[in-house]
């Protein structure tokens, strides 16, 4: 296939660095974007008289019958081809002739495939933008059955102090709507159109920049033409909100491995969501949660290959800048392949209310309770501290819990312990008694479910 750049040299490449140089087995997936916007393009040149209506009307409607053909798998994308931008100006052009060469008056490949990543990845992160409203909607339903379902609140892996799985659930569903905000504002800032910006330098010809963008759904044009060709910040912003999706998606995985095991039995993970063993019968893996564990480091690595390819660049244009797709196609596919699997998981989880209950009970979570209860009776808080510290070493020593020691020893302990400390420190009392906002209460836990309804039902409006 003759080169389109054929001129200044013979077009004829090395076939190895050919195929080096070629970006159609990767771009190719661009061939929508690529199309629609060149059929923009045209309706601009038309419209500031560039070419004529009916050079316009044929090349868009031509380019409609690629689509189309492209779509129903008529047309095959040719592998041999430069990138997708010279396949679908070739096919053009076979199909239409001297006119379809007048496509490209104004513009270049460099503001083109800008153009063409833009769209694509508004495109994309709109995809994964619904896919985390289905994950963040999972999650919530999961809380709303389990508002009063009491757990360990753990900090260095230790057990804590009581909550609800509701309220664990919850800071996760916090996390997925923080992820949503950093997408659409990265979505915000990369909205903006480089068609235009040519080469590097603009064009002689009076073109529309800003007809194009509004067709196309652009909030406005870039403002410099340099930068409109060499900009790559908006693939940085979104990788980077992608990896921090992934961070979180990979935390999630790492307790829902933990939680599935026969240590904890906390939940139970649908068999569709599992997968057994080869040699060991008994086994019930939860790869699904693994394999999202394991992908988080491949999305941070397309962040810091593309960090590390953009480091060193002059403006504006260099060819180092292909490597922009692989590395951000490659992100964005792998968080939809996660986010894709984790709602249904998360979804179908079985919660064993009884073993989190019975491993509360375990481990003197209501240590810090029982000590605001000798707050209350007038203690300082460091001196009621180290009383409950030295009971709970009673209890360690003699294999009790607090809930298992006598009135008659905790007066031995100190005099203000009473027979009220054992509704005090009731699981269920300790839970309740947590009011403020944000905290593990049922009615604090559902204030959050109803916080996230009501970002869900407006979000998808």
């Given amino acids: 296939m003759e080169k389109m750049w054929a001129g200044r040299t013979a077009g004829a490449v090395n076939k190895d660095a050919d195929d080096f140089?070629?970006?159609?087995?990767?771009?190719?997936?661009?061939?929508?974007?690529?199309?629609?916007?060149?059929?923009?393009?045209a309706a601009m040149l038309a419209a500031c008289g560039i070419i004529t209506d009916s050079e316009s009307k044929l090349i868009i409607d031509t380019l409609g019958d690629i689509l189309n053909?492209?779509?129903?798998?008529?047309?095959?994308?040719?592998?041999?081809?430069?990138?997708?931008?010279?396949?679908?100006?070739?096919?053009?052009?076979?199909?239409?002739?001297?006119?379809?060469?007048?496509?490209?008056?104004?513009?270049?490949?460099?503001?083109?495939?800008?153009?063409?990543?833009?769209?694509?990845?508004?495109?994309?992160?709109?995809?994964?933008?619904?896919?985390l409203y289905e994950l963040i909607d999972a999650v919530n339903e999961q809380a709303k059955q389990h508002v009063n379902t009491i757990m360990s609140g753990y900090t260095h892996l230790q057990r804590a102090q009581p909550v609800t799985f509701a309220h664990h659930l919850m800071a996760y569903a916090m996390m997925l709507m923080r992820d949503c905000s950093r997408l659409r504002d990265a979505l915000k800032r990369m909205n903006y159109s480089p068609?235009?910006?040519?080469?590097?330098?603009?064009?002689?010809?009076?073109?529309?920049?800003?007809?194009?963008?509004?067709?196309?759904?652009?909030?406005?044009?870039?403002?410099?033409?340099?930068?409109?060709v060499s900009d790559r910040d908006f693939c940085l912003e979104l990788m980077s909100a992608y990896s921090v999706i992934m961070m979180h998606l990979s935390r999630f995985s790492e307790e829902i491995i933990l939680w599935s095991s026969w240590e904890f039995k906390y939940v139970e993970l649908d068999d569709a969501f599992t997968t057994g063993s080869s040699i060991m019968p008994q086994k019930k893996n939860s790869d699904m949660a693994e394999l999202v564990r394991g992908k988080t480091g491949r999305v941070y690595g397309d962040l810091v290959a593309l960090l590390t390819t953009l480091k060193?660049?002059?403006?504006?244009?260099?060819?180092?800048?292909?490597?922009?797709?692989?590395?951000?196609?490659?992100?964005?596919?792998?968080?939809?392949?996660?986010?894709?699997?984790?709602?249904?998981?998360?979804?179908?989880?079985?919660?064993?209310?009884?073993?989190?209950?019975?491993?509360?009970?375990?481990?003197?979570?209501?240590?810090?309770?029982?000590?605001?209860?000798?707050?209350?009776?007038?203690?300082?808080?460091?001196?009621?501290?180290?009383?409950?510290?030295?009971?709970?070493?009673?209890?360690?020593?003699?294999?009790k819990v607090l809930e298992d020691i006598t009135i008659d020893e905790y007066k031995q302990i100190h005099e203000l312990f009473d027979t009220d400390l054992y509704e005090a420190i009731k699981l269920e009392t300790c839970v309740a008694k947590r009011t403020s906002e944000g905290s593990a209460g049922p009615e604090a836990v559902k204030a959050q479910i109803d916080h996230v309804d009501d970002f869900l039902t407006n979000e998808r409006k």
Avoid at 21 to 41: A, L, R, V, W
Avoid at 102 to 123: E, F, G, P
Avoid at 213 to 225: R, V, W
Wanted: aromatic fraction near 6%; charge should be negative.
């Fill in 312 to 399: 060193g660049l002059p403006l504006a244009y260099n060819k180092d800048m292909q490597e922009d797709k692989e590395a951000i196609f490659d992100a964005v596919e792998t968080v939809q392949k996660c986010l894709n699997i984790f709602a249904p998981m998360v979804r179908t989880m079985k919660v064993n209310k009884d073993n989190m209950y019975k491993a509360a009970q375990k481990g003197f979570i209501n240590a810090t309770d029982l000590a605001d209860y000798l707050v209350v009776k007038g203690l300082p808080f460091r001196t009621a501290y180290k009383i409950v510290g030295t009971t709970v070493a009673k209890c360690v020593s003699e294999g």
């Fill in 21 to 41: 140089n070629s970006s159609i087995h990767f771009d190719s997936k661009m061939y929508k974007q690529d199309i629609t916007g060149s059929m923009q393009h």
């Fill in 195 to 228: 068609l235009g910006s040519c080469a590097l330098a603009g064009t002689t010809y009076p073109i529309n920049r800003r007809m194009v963008a509004e067709n196309l759904g652009f909030d406005g044009i870039t403002l410099n033409s340099m930068d409109g």
């Fill in 69 to 131: 053909d492209i779509d129903s798998g008529k047309l095959a994308i040719a592998m041999d081809a430069e990138d997708i931008h010279m396949f679908v100006e070739a096919e053009l052009t076979k199909r239409i002739g001297d006119t379809g060469k007048r496509l490209h008056t104004a513009r270049s490949r460099n503001d083109q495939v800008a153009l063409d990543v833009r769209m694509y990845l508004r495109d994309e992160t709109n995809t994964v933008l619904e896919l």
